[in-house]
């Protein structure tokens, strides 16, 4: 059974760099995406970016000037950094992974696993 | 970026109600739309992928429909366990976006 195990600082002063790791189990990394998503509290959902095995990303424009998804393939893990942070950026962060399934020669993604989430608190 | 608009976005039912949330898009989107249950303090479930079709493990009381822009999750009768808050997101392009969710209260 496939889990996803996230870890990361959880409280950051403004300014500094957001770090958080996903680490895949039980299940095959390659041929998939994977995705970050944030919540912050009380609020709905927002997808930051995904990576594959090879290191090819997609982000989200809103936050592109100061994230980067990096691939650890041997390890079966995959990170987020989010620079200059704010308390606009304190969220639930999740890592997920991205699915494709292909139907009648179309392909569709969604994201059918998710970590557990780590509450990142940005505050002075 | 594609926006995402859910109608109701607060809904009280009672258990054995048959319910429906509507999804909009902004511009078409097929059939890349996915509805998502999320309970407090957890993670996000995928219930319904490419727009009708049932997760597996999720129960059949939940179903999907919808092309084009305009899209709907409808539980046929309702289970304490699906009181809950509900997003959809489309997948046709990145930014993959999301509804803003509903929440769904007990009457």
């Known amino acids: 059974q496939v889990q996803l195990q996230q870890w990361g600082a959880g409280l950051l002063k403004p300014s500094e760099t957001l770090s958080l790791t996903c680490a895949v189990y039980g299940g095959a990394f390659s041929g998939h995406y994977w995705s970050w998503i944030r919540q912050p509290p009380g609020k709905g959902l927002e997808w930051i970016g995904e990576?594959?095995?090879?290191?090819?990303?997609n982000y989200n424009p809103s936050l592109k000037s100061r994230v980067t998804i990096s691939v650890d393939t041997p390890k079966n893990q995959f990170s987020l950094k989010l620079t200059s942070v704010t308390a606009a950026d304190t969220a639930v962060y999740y890592c997920?992974?991205?699915?494709?399934?292909?139907?009648?020669?179309?392909?569709?993604?969604?994201?059918?696993?998710w970590g557990r989430g780590t509450l990142v608190t940005v505050s002075s | 970026d594609i926006q995402m608009t859910q109608s109701p976005s607060s809904l009280s039912a009672s258990v054995g109600d048959r319910v429906t949330i509507t999804c909009r898009a902004s511009q078409t989107i097929s059939n890349y739309l996915n509805w998502y249950q999320q309970e407090p303090g957890k993670a996000p479930n995928l219930l319904i992928y490419?727009?009708?079709n049932l997760q597996s493990g999720v129960p059949s009381r939940f179903s999907g429909s919808g092309s084009g822009t305009d899209f709907t999750l409808t539980i046929s009768s309702l289970q304490p366990e699906d009181f809950a808050t509900y997003y959809c997101q489309q997948s046709d392009s990145t930014p993959y976006t999301f509804g803003q969710g509903t929440k769904l209260e007990i009457k």
């Open positions: 490419a727009a009708s």
């Open positions: 997920a992974r991205t699915w494709s399934w292909t139907s009648k020669r179309r392909v569709y993604w969604y994201l059918d696993l």
């Open positions: 990576i594959n095995h090879s290191g090819n990303t």
